[in-house]
């Protein structure tokens, strides 16, 4: 009899410790999928504002030639 209980109690034991790694696997898949999401947020973030500096630049070479050719070179583009 003795050995029927301590089975369950191992049994217990082996089940308590499936859910704990059940559950810590489940919020370990959360936080990576989380930090996945962040992270292609980010990386977006990065390129759009390379791209607007890129396009500010542009745009400011534009008006410094456009500047130049017509003559309307004033103080504060210079």
């Known amino acids: ?3 029927v209980k301590f089975t369950v ?6 089940c308590q410790e499936e859910k704990r790694h059940d559950l810590a696997v489940e919020k370990y898949q959360a936080a990576y ?5 962040n992270q292609t ?3 977006d973030w990065v390129a759009t504002n390379d ?3 890129e396009q500010t630049k ?11 050719t017509t003559g309307h070179i004033t103080k504060s583009l210079i």
């Open 58 to 68: 542009q745009n400011f070479v534009e008006t410094m030639i456009w500047s130049c």
């Open 1 to 3: 009899m003795k050995y």
């Open 33 to 37: 999928e989380e930090n996945q999401e």
């Open 41 to 43: 947020k980010l990386l």
């Open 9 to 14: 109690m191992i049994a217990s034991s082996i």
């Open 51 to 53: 791209r607007v500096k």
